[in-house]
């Protein structure tokens, strides 16, 4: 069983507590720790509780994309795209608080995407691939399910 996640700058650390009481430590590194622990954080695999897996992929999806097109210079209003986002679902139905959590989802991914992409100075060049039509939605309030 995989109890409490301590996170350290290096990778996770999780204790492994086995069925004849041992217990003990086991440090993975950064991206697997990361995909760890957003794969346990709930049933469906969002990382943000009571979030419905296909609503925080598409606020993560639309987090990273920003990130990355605010890196990369690319004219976009992130707020506008926020509450395009939160409009989205409450317009499909999905009530006040998934609504909120979904902003909340794209706020945090689109910190750490941003926060990460300063230390990449060549990814606009080498990986950015965010396409203007993928904007264009995203600024009409249009969020498909996370590609």
């Known amino acids: 069983m995989l109890k409490c996640p301590r996170e350290g700058w290096d990778?996770?650390?999780l204790k492994l507590i086995t069925g004849h009481g041992c217990s003990g430590w086991?440090?993975?590194?950064?991206?697997a720790g990361c995909a760890l622990i957003a794969a346990?954080?709930?049933?469906?695999g969002s990382a943000?509780?009571?979030l419905p897996p296909e609503e925080f992929n598409r606020?993560?999806?639309?987090g990273y994309d920003i990130a990355a097109a605010e890196r990369c210079g690319e004219?976009?209003?992130?707020g506008l795209v926020r509450y395009n986002l939160v409009q989205d679902a409450k317009r499909r139905g999905l009530g006040d608080e998934i609504a909120d959590k979904t902003g909340r989802a794209f706020d945090k991914t689109r910190s750490e995407f941003a926060?990460?992409?300063q230390a990449r100075p060549d990814y606009c060049v080498t990986e950015?691939?965010?396409?203007?039509?993928t904007l264009a939605h995203y600024r009409q309030g249009e969020f498909s399910a996370a590609r």
Request: glycine fraction near 8%; hydrophobic fraction near 45%; charge should be positive.
């Open 115 to 117: 926060r990460k992409l």
């Open 128 to 133: 950015y691939a965010v396409s203007r039509d």
């Open 26 to 31: 086991i440090r993975l590194a950064p991206l």
């Open 11 to 13: 990778g996770v650390t």
């Open 48 to 50: 943000v509780v009571g």
């Open 75 to 78: 004219p976009i209003d992130a």
């Open 40 to 44: 346990c954080t709930m049933p469906g």
């Open 59 to 62: 606020a993560y999806a639309a």
